[in-house]
């Protein structure tokens, strides 16, 4: 059931019209001074909290922006303070391998580390010096804290080392005094997911308490390529034992693979470097 228009809301609307029509012409027939005072008095009521919802929406804008800008600018300040962090410990390390190089005595040729992009890149890394320099085949490869790992092989500007990550690395060693040896490896089968180093075989009477600083030996086959005296590690516990034969100590690496980014290589003969590593402070 549909309901009947109201006339008089027709009437209404039609009215209203013509009120504001006949205000309209008013305002535009009236002398300046009556439109000015007219306009004024509308702004100051009508009109006024319209105005103000206006300035408050620019106020916000304009606050928005200033925000923004200030984030920008403090992200920047956060990187470059970053950058200006890397670059400090970058510094500090160049140092501590020049001071290094001027003790060591022998022949050597500063590398960097040009990490390897593929699956074993945790077991090894490229160098960006070969055999233009000098470097061969088994050469030891230090930094400040002790050694990294060794050259495996050798091309004309690059050469490939393994890392003391490697399941095949192995190093024969002993503490500073000389009072106990054994074979050190990479702890479990997980590479450098282990980030541990093992000191095996060392005799049972041969008791060595956390802290002990762990250098190579300079002994033995292959492992002889390695001068006597370059830290390995530290003993952190005694990782497996057999009762009246020997133990196997668990060690934290001097070197931690990840802080490999410069590097030296040993390419002359030394017998033993301990000189050279005991002022960085290992006892």
Known sequence: ???APDP??????????IVCLLLSVAALLAPPPVQDAVATTFIRTVLAPFLLLQEQAEVIKVSRSRYAQVVGLRDSMVVRALEAVGLEEENEELRGLLALSDRLGIQHVSAEALRAASPVSGFVTLLSAGSDAGIEPKAPVVTVGGLAG?????SAHRSVALLWTHPDFRVSAMTLDGSAFGIVAPRGAEGPNTLLLELRGVPYQQ????GTMIY???LGGA???YPRGIPIGTVLAVGAEEVGWSRTYVLRPAVPP???SHVIVL???ALDLSGAFAQDGNP
């Open 207 to 210: 008791e060595l308490p956390p």
């Open 216 to 218: 190579t030996s300079g």
């Open 258 to 260: 990840g802080a490999v």
């Open 267 to 269: 390419v002359g003969t």
């Open 150 to 154: 060794v050259v495996q092989s050798v």
């Open 223 to 225: 492992t002889g390529v």
């Open 1 to 3: 059931m549909k309901l």
């Open 8 to 17: 008089f809301s027709s009437r209404r609307d039609t009215l209203a019209f």
